[in-house]
Structures are given as structure tokens and as C-alpha cells.
């Protein structure tokens, strides 16, 4: 009861932000465009430490899943050979496109409109996947609400289940979670699937504990 109540919560107070915060922040030295609609990369600490946390080499493909605001994207993208960007609301798509091309990496970066890999050519792999699910119990009703809810984890266990098909070999998926959101129930459906974690990094806020979790194929 305790944690549906604090993860209605945070959805209310992420909705607020979304809507009477700034449409135009700076993070780690880049500015981002975002609407009402679009995941603000400021003033959640998951977007942050996410991008804190990308290393990828020059010459690997990288896939960013979910992109919002392309920020990952955009991390990535400053050092990898190339990225594809995808996200399921085509607002954010329009977005991400338009950062992208204020930071000049459109000649590196791609955005694909799709639900997860469903519009990707069976023919792409990827040396790293960035993923940073919704974590939070709801019903999604809007666009943006894909950001936020992901009922009985049936996102993430769809996602486990074809991202085999897309990884190559010795590459792994970043996956970032929360600690509201029962991470040690998460972690039981890629091993599903054959995938086998290690934890890359957390860090704990006044709210919640974040953790970022590396999977590769076994």
C-alpha cells in the first residue's frame, strides 16, 4: 500500500514539473527543447546519472531506447561511430531530432518512431543498448504516460525478450531502475531470457536508491 501510494505520488509531482517547469534546460553542458510531453532530462536525477554513467568506444553502434529528449542519445553519440535513437511517442521523436541537430550530431544520430524494436531492421546490431525503463504502476492514458507506467513490468519482459535478437556478440544492455519499484523482481525476468547482471553504479537520493545495471547474453 505504502509503495503504490508513494509511486502515485511521484507521478503526480513528475506531472507538475512536465507541465509548469522550464521547456529549455542545460545538463552536463548540453541544452535541451522539451514540452509538457517530452521527459525533462533536468529535473530527473535518472536522465543525469544515466548519462553520467555512458561508455561507449568509437567505433561501436550504440541503440538508445526510449529516448525522450535524446540525451543519451546525444552522450553517446559524441563518441560512438553511430547511434539510433527510438521512442514510442512521437512528440519526444520530433524532440530528439531537434536537439540532436542543435548539437550537430545529426550526421551521427538517427530517431526512429517505434514501440521498442518494432520498427528496426532485424539486420541491426548493436554493441550497447541504453535502456531506462518506466518503472512506476499505472495505466497509460497519454503519450507521455509511456515514460512513467509499465504495468506488471510487461515493458521490461518484452524488451528482455527480443533484445537477444538485437545485441552482438559481447555487447550488453545499461539498464537503469529504482529502488520503488521492486529492482530484485525486475532482475528475475531477463534471467528468462539468458541475459546475467552485474551492477555498474548507484546512487541514493532524499526519495529513492537508482541503479544501473549491465546484462550481457550467457
Not at 66 to 88: F, L, R
Not at 200 to 210: H, I, N, P, S
Request: proline letters at 4%; a positive charge.
Amino acid at each position: 500500500m505504502f509503495s503504490n501510494l508513494r509511486q502515485s505520488m511521484s507521478a503526480w509531482i513528475i506531472k507538475k514539473i512536465q507541465r509548469y517547469g522550464p521547456h529549455r534546460v542545460s545538463v552536463l553542458g548540453k541544452t535541451y527543447e522539451i514540452s509538457e510531453n517530452v521527459f525533462n532530462p533536468r529535473f530527473y536525477y535518472t536522465s543525469i546519472l544515466m548519462a553520467k554513467n555512458i561508455k561507449v568506444l568509437s567505433d561501436e553502434v550504440v541503440l538508445d531506447m526510449g529516448t525522450g529528449s535524446g540525451i543519451q542519445a546525444i552522450t553517446a553519440g559524441q563518441t560512438a561511430s553511430k547511434v539510433i535513437a527510438v521512442d514510442i511517442n512521437p512528440e519526444a521523436v520530433r524532440f530528439a531530432k531537434r536537439n540532436i541537430i542543435a548539437n550537430r550530431l545529426e550526421n551521427r544520430i538517427s530517431v526512429i518512431q517505434c514501440d521498442l524494436f518494432s520498427s528496426l531492421d532485424s539486420g541491426h546490431k548493436f554493441n550497447v543498448i541504453l535502456f531506462t525503463p518506466p518503472y512506476l504502476e499505472g495505466v497509460v492514458k497519454s503519450s507521455f504516460d509511456h515514460a512513467l507506467f509499465d504495468p506488471n513490468k510487461e515493458l521490461v519482459y518484452r524488451f528482455f525478450r527480443d533484445a537477444k535478437d538485437y545485441i552482438k556478440p559481447g555487447g550488453y544492455v545499461q539498464m537503469l531502475y529504482s529502488s520503488v519499484a521492486g529492482p530484485e523482481r525486475i532482475l528475475e525476468i531477463p534471467q528468462q531470457f539468458g541475459w546475467r547482471h552485474s551492477l555498474m553504479a548507484k546512487e541514493k537520493t532524499f526519495t529513492e536508491e537508482f541503479l544501473i545495471y549491465k546484462f550481457i547474453l550467457v
